[in-house]
């Protein structure tokens, strides 16, 4: 099932990215994407809305909360979002092995940190 995801700033001035929802004009399973600033620059971090009283990517946002819809973003941001939401890692490219796809390693799917490489391009 193919979901269309938005990035977008709403009325508070947080950015937002989350599943478009056209029938209930409003975006599901939403994460909050904060800055962090570090000796080296930006980073970027994915998180549920509701943390940190809520752990899942639950947070539903209705459409009139939003100031503005980014008609644009880098599809990397897409995939890790779908990643943190789903607890899998995504392959990016061809099979890349067992190993490339992060099956039987710990820890090594849905956790997003580091997203500042994708501001750098």
């Given amino acids: 099932m193919a979901y269309d995801i938005r990035l977008v700033k709403l009325?508070?001035?947080?950015?937002?990215?989350?599943?478009?929802?056209?029938?209930?004009?409003?975006?599901?399973?939403?994460?909050?994407?904060?800055?962090?600033?570090?000796?080296?620059?930006?980073?970027?971090?994915?998180?549920?809305?509701?943390?940190?009283?809520?752990?899942?990517?639950?947070?539903?946002i209705e459409r009139k909360h939003v100031i503005y819809e980014y008609k644009s973003f880098p599809d990397d941001l897409k995939t890790k979002y779908m990643e943190a939401c789903s607890n899998l890692t995504l392959s990016t490219g061809g099979l890349g092995g067992v190993g490339g796809l992060g099956l039987g390693k710990p820890g090594m799917g849905g956790k997003v940190s580091d997203l500042s490489s994708l501001l750098k391009k």
Avoid: H, R
């Fill in 11 to 60: 009325v508070n001035g947080e950015l937002v990215i989350g599943k478009f929802d056209a029938e209930a004009d409003a975006y599901k399973d939403v994460a909050a994407l904060q800055t962090i600033p570090t000796q080296q620059g930006v980073q970027m971090m994915l998180m549920p809305y509701g943390y940190p009283f809520e752990q899942g990517f639950d947070g539903v």
